[in-house]
Every structure is written in structure tokens, then in C-alpha cells.
Nanobody, 123 residues
């Protein structure tokens, strides 16, 4: 079982930055593809970004590419999402997730989830 815990959310002004973290106290994350998803009120959960096990390959949704950066530190069992140039439409609950073997941008392909952290971007 992989238990994920996110942190780093909060309230920020448009144009500001936040860094989210996702860590586990259980199994090592180094063998998992890690993803970040977000869900705004009344909207479906959407893919934000993902990173391969070694961190050498990353994926981004078009809406965040160039503004967000995903990274991981396997020695610390932690995955990060650096979010810059935030916009009000980035407001959502952000969750990290883990899966093995192959990359996917579909949330239902991920096996383990954190509880989520709220990000609110004020205009």
C-alpha cells in the first residue's frame, strides 16, 4: 500500500507561485510513475502533469505547460509541482497519484491517491 500526502497548497495572488509536495511514509516512490491532477468545484478531475520513475521524462497538460514544473527526489520519496504565473483558473484541489509500468493522463489508471491540497488563486 502506498499512502501519499500532499502539502504546499494555499491562497496566492494571480501571477504568484506555489510549490506542492507529495510524499509517502510507506513504500518508496522510485518505482512509480507519479502524477498530479486537479479538480475544481463542479468540474471533472483533470490531468496536470506526470513524471517517470527516474525523473527523466515529464508530461504536462497544455494549460500548464511552461508555467508548471514537475520534479522528484527519490532519495526523499518526494515529488514536487512548482507552479508559477498562477491564474484564477488554476484554483482547484490538487492531488498526487501513483501508478506503475506505463504513463497515463487518465486519472482512473492511477492506483494510489493522496487526500489533496487546496490551491486558490485570487484575481
Amino acid at each position: 500500500q502506498v499512502q501519499l500526502v500532499e502539502s504546499g497548497g494555499g491562497l496566492v495572488q494571480a501571477g504568484g507561485s506555489l510549490r506542492l509536495s507529495c510524499t509517502t511514509s510507506g513504500r518508496t516512490l522510485s518505482s512509480y510513475i507519479m502524477g498530479w491532477f486537479r479538480q475544481a468545484p463542479g468540474k471533472v478531475r483533470e490531468f496536470v502533469s506526470a513524471i517517470r520513475e527516474s525523473g527523466d521524462i515529464t508530461y504536462y497538460a497544455g494549460t500548464v505547460k511552461g508555467r508548471f514544473t514537475i520534479s522528484r527526489d527519490n532519495a526523499k520519496n518526494t515529488v514536487y509541482l512548482q507552479m508559477n504565473s498562477l491564474k484564477p483558473e488554476d484554483t482547484a484541489v490538487y492531488s498526487c497519484a501513483a501508478r506503475r509500468l506505463s504513463y497515463s493522463s487518465d486519472y482512473y489508471d492511477y492506483d494510489y491517491w493522496g487526500q489533496g491540497t487546496q490551491v486558490t488563486v485570487a484575481s
